[in-house]
């Protein structure tokens, strides 16, 4: 994540209304008059802002991607348990989960944007990379075996179960029970 600049109220309102149209009709199907529509802004002023849709695109995601990592370390930060806070990120997408019912943005944005130099690709692929250090920098901190094994496993679960969302399955506490039977086994001592 790159650092930016305080944004305009009408540039808020511009990813607001991105974020909005993007999640629920994907990225490729939305073009800037839509956008400009809904912000209640003109084009002129989307352009100004930030330049082409691709850097729409890109702060959409970055701002999705920057309040993910908020509540998954807040996660973290609840737990007292070294063990416990492995599986965080679960809880956490719980949460998440709760107000986003089309699956992953940024599983989304990359199916959508194949191309590895895109801005907002390298922020999706930066998010799931994040994801994985983090599982493997808790796993390490609880005394995981094969901490980086288990935070491999930990992220496709993850990456699962928020797949499975917009199917009419509830994945997430069978995935969530799993990740703590894996970190259960990869720690020392009885748990």
């Given at each position: 994540?790159?650092?930016?600049q305080p944004m305009s109220e009408a540039g808020r309102r511009i990813v607001a209304a991105a974020e909005e149209l993007f999640y629920e009709r994907g990225i490729t199907a939305v073009g800037v008059d839509l956008i400009a529509e809904h912000s209640g802004v003109t084009?002129?002023?989307l352009y100004n802002r930030f330049g082409s849709k691709d850097r729409l695109v890109a702060a959409y995601l970055d701002g999705r991607d920057r309040r993910w990592r908020?509540?998954?370390l807040a996660a973290v930060d609840a737990l007292d348990d070294p063990v416990e806070k492995v599986t965080?990120?679960?809880?956490?997408?719980r949460t998440w989960s709760a107000g986003n019912t089309r699956g992953c943005a940024f599983i989304n944005a990359l199916a959508e944007l194949?191309?590895?130099s895109h801005p907002a690709h390298r922020i999706a692929t930066?998010?799931?990379l994040w994801l994985r250090t983090l599982f493997e920098e808790l796993?390490?901190?609880?005394?995981?075996?094969?901490?980086?094994?288990?935070a491999t496993r930990l992220l496709v679960l993850h990456e699962g179960a928020l797949a499975t969302q917009p199917l009419?399955?509830?994945?997430?506490?069978?995935?969530?029970d799993l990740a703590r039977a894996l970190v259960r086994a990869g720690t020392p001592g009885p748990r």
């Open positions: 994540m790159e650092k930016t084009k002129r002023t908020s509540l998954v965080a990120p679960f809880e956490a997408l194949p191309d590895p930066n998010q799931k796993a390490t901190a609880a005394g995981c075996q094969e901490p980086t094994t288990l009419p399955l509830d994945t997430l506490p069978v995935s969530t």
